[in-house]
């Protein structure tokens, strides 16, 4: 029986590959049934997840296991059930309160951990002596992370008009961004490449066992 | 430019297809060398004393199992190998299917590993930066259970893990938020300890920055092609070196396209002109 579920689960995905892949050559039912079966699946499978990994464990439980304990839950339990007064127009107002208490929750706890981690521990990287290096490639490589720097921050300086001096170093650091920018797509050219490998993978792996899967 | 000299995109989508196929049939072994972020990482773990103990977290889900599936699978070997103890946790809901799948993978390689000894899946728990800092305080307020129930005060490989102080390393295989980043955050910017990860190409550009002076990062597997590296470091080729001849061929087919449509451009670009004057 073990076998039979597995078989069917290949040949489901071969299905489904196939008919998402139809979406290449032009628009048609095969691709729209998959993609509609995918959303349908995604939306009932986090749904069903929501309740029993998250409400059940965190809220539920605690609750009827010891509520002296674990009373301070009622709170967010609240403040989610406001929240969803947004699907009722007339108390719609009700969810602003929640989603405050979120976003201001959030930028409290956000603001320590990113102005440490992504701007002083950053800021610190970039102070460095850029002629202590073991090569020439180093050394070149750490004035290239300076010039970059400065440069690229130059660019968004508004203040100012981009001209003389300032306006130099504004092109080199679009420049610096365009190479970055190039470097980023190659990157998700990678990632996208990985994606139809890991597909052609399954197909001619699990699928039609011409490759070790 | 005149829409009749565009080439049909679906003959593309063809030329990549046939390209990415072919070089997974017919291995060509393109020649592929060790960059440094991924040296960091392996010799991260080779400097792990034995028995010491690693944090795995899996955040990620099957959509990007084709990138980070290698080498997680890749980095738990090497970590086997080596003799540490692996603590998995999951900051995503699939991330623990992914752990479970990657240890059902390496049981018949590693058939003496025993549960709750030498690995544990404590599993996933919502929250993000917020579980990952209360974890550096009280794992077991964050995780009392593993994710098979059993309470983790009875787990040989939990014994004196209150905190992140007596983990070697943290490695986060991350396809987004939370990731990598709130690892960096929590576990090394506020608790100092070593801190890896291995993230999707897509996600490398934004990743990157914290491999610095600051250790940050310590390493970084990037993609499917850092993946294949760390399996040609540990000497265990696996899915993603021969994922690599496909990928190498298929950028070849696209810089040829790239390079015909700046051709094309130019060549149109003149005609008008011509036809201008």
């Known amino acids: ?213 | 430019m005149g829409k009749a000299k565009q080439i049909d995109r679906r003959w593309i989508f063809l030329l990549i297809f046939i390209g990415v196929a072919l070089p997974l049939i017919f291995t060509i072994g393109l020649p592929l060398e060790t960059t440094k972020n991924v040296q960091m990482v392996y010799d991260m773990v080779e400097s792990m004393p034995k028995g010491s103990k690693a944090l795995i977290s899996f955040d990620y889900d099957p959509a990007s199992m084709p990138e980070l599936h290698p080498m997680a699978k890749a980095l738990l070997k090497h970590c086997f190998d080596k003799d540490i103890n692996l603590i998995f946790t999951a900051m995503w809901p699939m991330g623990v299917q992914m752990a479970e799948d990657i240890m059902a993978q390496l049981q018949d390689d590693y058939p003496d590993l025993k549960y709750g000894e030498d690995y544990v899946n404590l599993g996933f728990k919502a929250g993000g930066m917020v579980t990952i800092q209360s974890m550096g305080k009280n794992f077991r307020e964050i995780f009392p259970k593993d994710m098979n129930g059993n309470d983790i005060d009875e787990l040989p490989i939990m014994d004196g893990i209150n905190n992140f102080n007596n983990i070697g390393f943290i490695f986060s295989l991350s396809a987004g938020a939370p990731g990598i980043k709130e690892w960096v955050q929590i576990a090394h910017d506020a608790y100092g300890r070593p801190t890896s990860g291995g993230c999707t190409g897509v996600s490398a550009p934004a990743m990157l920055p914290y491999v610095n002076e600051q250790q940050q990062l310590t390493g970084l597997l990037a993609g499917l092609k850092a993946a294949a590296e760390y399996e040609i470091l540990i000497k265990t080729p696996g899915t993603a070196i021969s994922g690599m001849d496909a990928q190498s061929i298929a950028h070849l087919i696209i810089i040829i396209f790239i390079a015909i449509g700046n051709i094309n451009y130019w060549r149109n670009k003149k005609a008008e002109k011509k036809g201008g004057k």
């Open chain 1, 1 to 213: 029986m073990e076998q039979f579920f597995t078989t069917l689960g290949i040949w489901l995905g071969v299905l489904f590959t196939f008919a998402i892949f139809s979406f290449l050559y032009k628009d048609n039912h095969f691709y729209k049934i998959a993609e509609q079966i995918f959303v349908g699946l995604s939306a009932g499978y986090w749904f069903v997840y929501t309740i029993f990994f998250i409400l059940i464990p965190n809220l539920y439980d605690p609750l009827t296991q010891d509520f002296n304990a674990n009373w301070i839950k009622l709170i967010p339990a609240i403040l989610g059930i406001m929240m969803l007064m947004r699907l009722i127009p007339k108390i719609e107002w009700v969810s602003r309160y929640p989603i405050s208490v979120v976003i201001g929750t959030t930028s409290g706890v956000f603001f320590l951990r990113y102005l440490k981690s992504d701007v002083l521990n950053q800021l610190t990287a970039t102070m460095i002596n850029p002629f202590i290096g073991e090569s020439w490639v180093i050394i070149i490589g750490n004035l290239m992370l300076i010039i970059g720097t400065i440069c690229g921050v130059i660019y968004f300086y508004f203040s100012k008009k981009h001209t003389g001096a300032l306006g130099v170093s504004a092109k080199i650091g679009i420049y610096f961004l365009m190479i970055s920018f190039g470097a980023a797509f190659g990157y998700t050219a990678m990632a996208r490449i990985s994606l139809l490998i890991g597909r052609l993978q399954f197909l001619l792996g699990d699928w039609l066992g011409i490759i070790q899967p």
